[in-house]
């Protein structure tokens, strides 16, 4: 089968032919059609994802839907001609999607909705189980409350704002001032900067500062701070003296460590139905790209998720 290779950290991906996989037990094999672009596949084509633990050379692609050609012994969910979506490889050994076919592990699947293709299937993934681990695993948001997304225009704050007003919350969202037209048209309040307020679920989508920010504006007396990025060194002491709480992310662990896949497959059957729900959508890139030009893809300029159609 053809794939794309990374053969070195900061060096352009190389089309190659290397062996089409075939399913072992647990395993479904996917004939690919479109694999989503993530700013961690960026990074981890930078060389600048040591956590993702991705060995050279390397498939990569995190994201992907397709079409299943075959399922290996013990898989019962799955029949050959599903359609099929999940965050499947690209980190941690893992073949990844930039290939024309993968086995992957069917517990990290879900059947794609049916009211999209699976261009626009392929991109949900990584965000959304990136907002789903933190919204309602980790905060349990519930009707009712308000909840602020740091960065609700980017890929994973949208799925973050989508998520909680589906839940019936009230969603404000941060962002640049050029961003406030496509915060409000997912019917979140926009704000640039959160500031003399307090939220029940703060969502932090950017790290650094933004973080630090959220202790500030978090709730007192049970409010929860969530972040994706919470990786450097933050002061906690204006969250403890708001006797609020904190959660990290990291969505990679099922991937890396093995343990709690089905947690995955089990959060994108729920993507699908609020999809097919009408209460879920996806914001494309207008640029079209082949498997051969998965370096153009990863070069694209922002504006929507970057697909690469691949069957």
Do not use: C
Not at 4 to 17: D, S, Y
Not at 294 to 308: D, E, L, Q, T, Y
């Amino acid at each position: 089968m053809k794939a794309m290779i990374l053969k070195a950290a900061g060096q352009p991906l190389v089309q190659a032919e290397i062996a089409k996989p075939e399913p072992a037990a647990g395993q479904v094999l996917v004939r690919i059609h479109a694999s989503a672009v993530n700013p961690l596949d960026l990074k981890i084509a930078a060389g600048k994802a040591a956590h993702a633990r991705m060995p050279l050379p390397a498939v990569l692609g995190i994201d992907m839907a397709g079409v299943v050609e075959a399922v290996g012994p013990g898989v019962t969910a799955f029949a050959p001609g599903d359609a099929v979506f999940g965050m499947t490889g690209g980190v941690g050994g893992v073949q990844g999607s930039l290939a024309e076919y993968a086995a992957v592990d069917a517990d990290l699947l879900a059947h794609a909705p049916r009211t999209i293709g699976l261009r626009e299937a392929a991109a949900l993934p990584l965000a959304f189980i990136t907002a789903w681990e933190g919204l309602v695993d980790r905060a349990r948001v519930q009707a009712g409350q308000s909840v602020l997304v740091q960065g609700g225009a980017g890929g994973v704050g949208r799925m973050v704002v989508q998520l909680a007003l589906a839940f019936g919350a009230q969603v404000a969202a941060t962002g640049r001032a050029g961003q406030r037209e496509s915060i409000e048209a997912m019917d979140a309040r926009f704000i640039e900067q959160a500031e003399g307020e307090e939220f029940d679920i703060v969502y932090d989508t950017v790290g650094g500062d933004v973080l630090d920010a959220s202790f500030r504006v978090v709730r007192a007396y049970g409010g929860h701070v969530v972040s994706a990025l919470g990786w450097g060194t933050h002061a906690l002491a204006p969250l403890s003296f708001r006797a609020a709480s904190y959660s990290g992310v990291f969505t990679l662990l099922p991937l890396l460590s093995g343990k709690r896949r089905a947690a995955h497959g089990t959060i994108l059957r729920e993507a699908a139905r609020l999809v097919d729900a009408g209460k879920l959508s996806v914001q494309l890139n207008a640029g079209r790209f082949t498997l051969a030009e998965a370096n153009r893809a990863h070069a694209a300029p922002g504006g929507g998720k970057v697909v690469v159609d691949i069957a």
